[in-house]
């Protein structure tokens, strides 16, 4: 069992920065991904950004460029560097890991970015 807590979301203005980081405890087995995806109102849950054990990133093509994707080894822990931020990317962003072959989900976190 895996259980992922989420931290940094919050209200910010349009073309501002926010940080979100997302620790995991638990069973964690190697390789795995870690990665933050989002659920905007009315919308399905959709990746944001993905970084595997050996530290490649992927992601989505609405955040290339602004959104950075990082891993702490150490401390089993990820974050999501979102800068230059706009209404859209209004959402809760949920963490997740994929380990062992099972999907695990943090609760989420709440980013608003107002206009």
């Known amino acids: 069992q895996v259980q992922l807590v989420e931290s940094g979301g919050g209200l910010v203005q349009a073309g501002g920065s926010l940080r979100l980081s997302c620790a995991a405890s638990?069973?964690?087995?190697?390789?795995?991904?870690m990665g933050w995806y989002r659920r905007a109102p009315g919308n399905q849950r959709a990746l944001v950004a993905v970084?595997?054990?050996?530290?490649?990133?992927n992601y989505a093509d609405s955040v290339k460029g602004r959104f950075t994707i990082s891993r702490e080894y150490a401390k089993n822990t990820v974050y999501l560097q979102m800068n230059s931020l706009k209404p859209e990317d209004t959402a809760v962003y949920l963490c997740?890991?994929?380990?062992?072959?099972?999907?695990?989900w943090g609760k989420g976190t709440l980013v608003t970015v107002s206009s």
């Open positions: 970084i595997s054990s050996g530290g490649s990133p």
């Open positions: 997740n890991i994929f380990s062992g072959g099972l999907n695990y």
């Open positions: 638990g069973i964690i087995f190697n390789p795995n991904t």
